[in-house]
């Protein structure tokens, strides 16, 4: 559960070499905390797995767009996936280069589009006719040629949480594998666009490898069909997706994830693109919490604490589970705890039935935290968000300072004549 770069030393637990009570004392909480190490790690294991091929690793920027955490890939040399104009910036903001960034996203902006083609991007991954027409319009406007690639929905049920599966027929992502053909050789006619590459991504958090090689398979019928007709494609972009472990359930790792893949692909020599999100970044996170009080009705134990749902939203959106520990194990008897948050929703929980040694004050770790928990995270009930820490073997460095209250409110205007 605990992964490279967290550990308990006796009975605490360690960020690196930063016993994380002092953290808590320092900065407060709630808390996110990351590991470089952790991050750099698992990005390397991409590295090494596709080491034999022509590849590009595109970091899902949304899993985690703190700037740092995009610094530490970037110096890594890794290539960005972004889904709006906004990402785009940060990326630039923290190193990343624009020729290693491609674009997804199911509804660009002509903003976005115009922006990306300025800054120069590897790739845009279209989603629909419509889109690749807008697009070629947007280039030839701006005297440019924009790389593309057609993003194709397989079909392919990727057999986890219905939000997070993209690659069905009746999703909203992508352009259906029977009509992509005809799409490619109008692509070619158009002005403006030039097909380089195919593009998939079939959902998130994926605990076997069986869909994604049935989606390699019907990829390379549609790239063989292609050939026939003279289309050649640079690099086929096989998205994000890969699971982790939250709990002890089987996962598979990114090496055999990588191999399996690469196995079906012997004898062709086409750039492999990758846009891992999840499996890079979330373990290498915690969110530290702690209890504010407990409370005990006739069938339950509730555990009080300072973070909720706006902090760390998994738990109420996709009833997901995350691992919640003690940062310093103690002595005692323990309960089944429901622990939840300040905020007024029954939504609002962390983890429900969790056998835990619990008093007030105590600093909980909620362990896998390092994706989709940031930035998902909202001011609903006013709350500031969490400051962001990351770890560098013995520096905590705040990667984000705490919001403040009065910048909630910071763009509102009262009505003028509530002012006399
Ligand atoms: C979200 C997303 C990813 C990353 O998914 P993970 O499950 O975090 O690896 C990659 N590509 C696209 C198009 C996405 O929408």
Same mark, same amino acid.
């Given at each position: 559960m605990i992964e490279d770069g967290f550990e308990r030393r006796a009975q605490t637990l360690f960020c690196e070499s930063i016993n994380l009570e002092h953290l808590a004392s320092t900065h407060g909480t709630p808390l996110y905390v990351?590991?470089?190490?952790a991050i750099e790690r698992a990005y390397?294991?991409?590295e090494t797995a596709l080491a034999a091929r022509r590849h590009l690793i595109c970091y899902a920027v949304k899993?985690?767009?703190n700037l740092a955490v995009l610094n530490c890939l970037a110096r890594l040399g890794a290539g960005f996936d972004i889904v709006s104009g906004g990402e785009l910036e940060r990326v630039i903001a923290a190193g990343g280069e624009p020729s290693k960034i491609v674009f997804s996203g199911v509804c660009k902006s002509p903003e976005d589009m115009r922006q990306a083609l300025t800054a120069g991007i590897r790739c845009f991954n279209v989603e629909s006719a419509a889109e690749l027409h807008q697009l070629s319009a947007i280039a030839c406007e701006e005297n440019k040629i924009a790389p593309i690639s057609l993003r194709v929905n397989p079909d392919v049920d990727a057999r986890t949480h219905p939000y997070i599966s993209t690659g069905l027929k009746d999703n909203k992502f992508g352009i259906d594998i029977a009509l992509a053909p005809e799409l490619y050789r /109008?692509?070619?006619?158009? =002005? !403006?666009v030039h097909p380089i590459g195919i593009d998939c991504h079939i959902g998130s958090q994926l605990q076997s490898i069986g869909p994604f090689t049935d989606t390699l398979e019907r990829l390379l019928v549609l790239i063989e069909a292609l050939e026939q007709e003279g289309i050649t494609l640079e690099h086929l972009d096989l998205g !994000?997706?890969? !699971?982790?472990?939250?709990?002890n359930e089987a996962m598979p790792s990114v090496k055999d994830y990588i191999d399996a893949l690469t196995a079906k692909l012997t004898g062709r020599d086409i750039a492999l693109i990758f846009e891992p999100g999840r499996s890079i970044v979330a373990m290498a996170g915690i969110m530290l919490t702690r209890v504010n009080s407990l409370k005990s009705t006739q069938d339950k134990h509730f555990a009080l604490v300072d973070a909720a749902m706006n902090d760390l939203i998994r738990p109420a959106l996709y009833s997901a589970w995350q691992d919640i520990v003690p940062v310093t194990q103690r =002595?005692? =008897?323990s309960r089944r705890w429901d622990v939840v948050g300040p905020v007024c929703e029954t939504g609002d929980f962390l983890g429900k039935d969790r /056998?835990?040694?619990l008093s007030p004050g105590d600093l909980l770790a909620v362990t896998g935290a390092g994706a989709y928990g940031f930035v998902m995270a909202s001011n609903y009930n006013s709350r500031p968000r969490p400051a962001e820490i990351m770890v560098d073997n013995d520096t905590a460095h705040v990667v984000r300072t705490r919001e403040t209250r009065s910048q909630l409110w910071a763009g =509102? /205007?009262?009505l003028p004549e509530a002012i006399q």
């Open positions: 990351y590991s470089r190490r390397m294991r991409y899993a985690n767009s /109008q692509a070619l006619l158009l =002005e !403006g !994000g997706g890969l !699971g982790v472990a939250y709990g =002595e005692g =008897e /056998q835990l040694i =509102e /205007q009262c």
